[in-house]
Nanobody, 124 residues
Framework: QVRLVESGGGSVTAGGSLTLSCTASGADKYGQYCMAWFREDERNERVAVASINTDGTTTYANSAEGRFTIFKDNVNRIMTLAMHDVKPEDNGLYRC?????????????????WGQGTEVTVSS
């Protein structure tokens, strides 16, 4: 069974940096998984922050473009989200998600595997 565990969340001042990590276990052929980071806000709304395809192509939400960087280490089976110049609007529970695919994933795929999340709090 695929298991995803997030870490790296915490409190950070506006303008600071924070790096989140997602470790995977039980994910055979990890390189063939499309993965993404989602944020659940105070309204319990889930939005895709960043995603990475099997070919390494990345996609970012407009609010994250230029500030966040997603990276997938297929050797150590770790996905990270480097967050820079964080803003109060970045507050939320960050969860990683994954889906196995033999080729490139189409936009906005359905992710069957999810972590429980790590909380990020940005102070003004």
């Amino acid at each position: 069974q695929v298991r995803l565990v997030e870490s790296g969340g915490g409190s950070v001042t506006a303008g600071g940096s924070l790096t989140l990590s997602c470790t995977a276990s039980g994910a055979d052929k990890y390189g063939q998984y499309c993965m993404a980071w989602f944020r659940e806000d105070e309204r319990n709304e889930r939005v895709a922050v960043a995603s990475i395809n099997t070919d390494g192509t990345t996609t970012y939400a407009n609010s994250a473009e230029g500030r966040f960087t997603i990276f997938k280490d297929n050797v150590n089976r770790i996905m990270t989200l480097a967050m820079h110049d964080v803003k109060p609007e970045d507050n939320g529970l960050y969860r990683c998600a994954a889906v196995y695919h033999w080729g490139r994933c189409r936009p906005n795929p359905t992710y069957p595997y999810w972590g429980q999340g790590t909380e990020v709090t940005v102070s003004s």
